[in-house]
């Protein structure tokens, strides 16, 4: 079992930058997949940006060169450094963990995960 806690959220100014937090639990934390997801009111989840055990990062074309995706395996940390923020990136924020160590997973698909956090508030006002 995996806990997932993200946090970080909150309200801010269009062109303002944010940095998500999500800490995991459970000893084998480098061999996760980590995602991070958001989701709009009436709208299905949406794909941000995932990190690979091995440190390789993807991203989704509308956040691809403002936001950064990072991981701390020391600290069993997921990061989202959200730069250059846009009204369009309003949303909750989850973070995702797939902890089966696969070399390869549908990283962009909510259903290749299987722990989620409970999310976090984005608001960027215009």
């Known amino acids: 079992q995996v806990q997932l806690v993200d946090s970080g959220g909150g309200l801010v100014q269009a062109g303002a930058s944010l940095r998500l937090s999500c800490a995991a639990s459970?000893?084998?934390?480098?061999?996760?997949?980590m995602g991070w997801f958001r989701q709009d009111p009436g709208k299905e989840r949406e794909f941000v940006a995932a990190?690979?055990?091995?440190?390789?990062?993807y991203y989704a074309d509308s956040v691809k060169g403002r936001f950064t995706i990072s991981r701390d395996n020391a600290k069993n940390m997921v990061y989202l450094q959200m730069n250059s923020l846009k009204p369009e990136d309003t949303a909750v924020y989850y973070c995702a963990a797939n902890n089966l160590g696969y070399s390869y997973i549908n990283y962009d698909r909510p259903t290749a995960y299987d722990y989620w956090g409970q999310g976090t508030q984005v608001t960027v006002s215009s």
């Open positions: 459970g000893r084998t934390f480098s061999s996760y997949w």
């Open positions: 990190i690979r055990w091995s440190g390789s990062t």
